[in-house]
């Protein structure tokens, strides 16, 4: 109803981000920029927050979108709330590598493994 009254041609507020509807707005293009800067320079870790709704889901899909996925393998764990050996294993699973271990520190030295 109102994407007729308003002339928009998709809803605008949907229940799922739509990185196509992205507005690069002085403190999402900051976040953007930190986060491209981060992976550029094997920062190893950056992390986004923020607010209920203030696009950090359509921020990460932007920069999924931003780098090639024949230079990068880009890998999403959507529960924050995994213990430390949790996470690791979730880390190692979405990688395709097996992850049994019980040792935060075994499962940790895996990614440092050639």
Same mark, same amino acid.
């Given at each position: 109803? %109102?994407?007729?009254?308003? +002339?928009?041609?998709?809803?605008?507020?949907?229940?799922?981000?739509?990185?196509?509807?992205?507005?690069?707005?002085?403190?999402?293009?900051?976040?953007?920029?930190?986060?491209?800067?981060?992976?550029?320079?094997?920062?190893?870790?950056?992390?986004?927050? +923020?607010?209920? +709704?203030?696009?950090?889901?359509?921020?990460?899909?932007?920069?999924?979108? %931003?780098?090639?996925?024949?230079?990068?393998?880009?890998?999403?764990?959507?529960?924050?709330?995994?213990?430390?050996?949790?996470?690791?294993?979730?880390?190692?699973?979405?990688? +395709?590598?097996?992850?049994?271990?019980?040792?935060?520190?075994?499962?940790?030295?895996?990614? %440092?493994?050639?």
């Amino acid at each position: 109803m %109102y994407t007729a009254y308003w +002339g928009l041609s998709t809803a605008p507020f949907e229940n799922v981000p739509n990185q196509d509807l992205f507005y690069e707005s002085p403190q999402h293009e900051e976040a953007l920029v930190r986060l491209v800067c981060a992976v550029e320079h094997k920062k190893g870790l950056a992390v986004l927050t +923020g607010e209920v +709704g203030s696009g950090k889901t359509t921020i990460s899909r932007v920069l999924y979108d %931003y780098f090639s996925t024949d230079s990068f393998e880009v890998i999403t764990i959507v529960n924050p709330a995994l213990s430390p050996v949790d996470f690791y294993r979730a880390l190692l699973i979405n990688l +395709g590598e097996p992850a049994e271990e019980d040792s935060k520190t075994i499962l940790l030295n895996r990614f %440092y493994s050639d």
